[in-house]
C-alpha cells in the first residue's frame, strides 16, 4: 500500500504478557518514529530510526520497551512484562528523509493496546 | 524542554461558525510548527505547516501564523463544515542529531454540529 501499515489495529494482552507491535512504513522512507499516545493526550515520541540505526530511543519508558528495524525498513516494538500502564496507541510514522528539515511524517493508523 | 500547550476542548460549533483554536510554544532555538488533525478512525495527518517568523500555513479553509513574539501559532478558519469535525494537535518540530523530533500538544476535539 502507499501509506503507513501498522498491526494489529488492537491487542488485548493480559498483565506481564509480552506483545510486538509492526510497523511497515512507506517504502524507501530513511526515517522512522514510534510514538505513544495515552487516552485523551497528544502522542508523546518513544524512538526514532534512520534507516537500521536507532539514533534516539530517549522516550523509551523502561527497559521492557524494545524496537528494532533491522533491515531499515519494517520494524518492531516490543513490551516486556506489560503492565496496565502500557495501554495506549502506538503509532508509527515515517519520513522520506531524515536529515532535511520539514519534510513531511506520514503516520499509521496505530495500535491501540489494552493490557487488562 | 519543549513543549506545546493548546486549549482544551471539545470545542462544539455551529455549522458555518468561525474558529479558532488557541496554541502556544515553548522551544529553543527556531522551531517549526504544525498543525495536524486525526478524523475519526484514520492516522494523523499534517494540515498545515510554518518553518520561520511570520510565515503562514494554509489548506483546506485552515490557517495559522507563526508568531515568534507571542510565541503562537493559532488556528483559524472562517466557516467551519460537519466535515472538519475531528482531533486537531499543534505540534513543533526542532533538529537537532541530524533529524527533526516532533513534540505535540494534547489535541482539541471539535464537533461542528449542523
Known amino acids: 500500500g502507499a501509506g503507513v501499515s501498522q498491526s494489529p489495529r488492537y491487542k488485548v494482552a493480559k498483565r506481564g504478557q509480552d506483545v510486538a507491535l509492526r510497523c511497515d512504513p512507506i517504502s524507501g522512507h530513511v526515517s522512522l518514529f514510534w510514538y505513544q499516545q495515552a487516552l485523551g493526550q497528544g502522542p508523546e515520541f518513544l524512538t526514532y530510526?534512520?534507516?537500521?540505526?536507532?539514533?534516539?530511543k530517549s522516550g523509551l519508558p523502561s527497559d521492557r520497551f524494545f524496537a528494532e528495524r533491522p533491515e531499515g525498513s519494517v520494524s518492531t516494538l516490543k513490551i516486556q512484562r506489560t503492565q496496565q500502564e502500557d495501554s495506549a496507541v502506538y503509532l508509527c510514522a515515517s519520513r522520506r528523509q531524515g536529515n532535511v528539515v520539514n519534510t513531511e511524517a506520514f503516520f499509521g493508523q496505530g495500535t491501540r493496546l489494552t493490557v487488562v | 524542554g519543549d513543549s506545546v500547550t493548546q486549549m482544551e476542548g471539545p470545542v462544539t460549533l455551529s455549522e458555518e461558525a468561525f474558529l479558532t483554536i488557541n496554541c502556544t510554544y515553548t522551544?529553543?532555538?527556531?522551531?517549526?510548527l504544525f498543525w495536524y488533525v486525526q478524523y475519526p478512525g484514520e492516522g494523523l495527518q499534517l494540515l498545515l505547516k510554518?518553518?520561520?517568523?511570520?510565515d503562514k500555513g494554509s489548506n483546506k479553509g485552515f490557517e495559522a501564523t507563526y508568531r515568534k513574539e507571542t510565541t503562537s501559532f493559532h488556528l483559524e478558519k472562517g466557516s467551519v463544515q460537519v466535515s472538519d469535525s475531528a482531533v486537531y494537535f499543534c505540534?513543533?518540530?526542532?533538529?537537532?542529531?541530524?533529524?527533526?523530533?516532533?513534540?505535540f500538544g494534547t489535541g482539541t476535539k471539535l464537533q461542528v454540529i449542523p
Open positions: 505540534a513543533l518540530g526542532t533538529s537537532g542529531g541530524g533529524y527533526q523530533k516532533v513534540t
Open positions: 522551544a529553543t532555538g527556531y522551531p517549526s
Open positions: 510554518a518553518t520561520k517568523a511570520d
Open positions: 530510526f534512520q534507516n537500521e540505526a536507532q539514533l534516539d
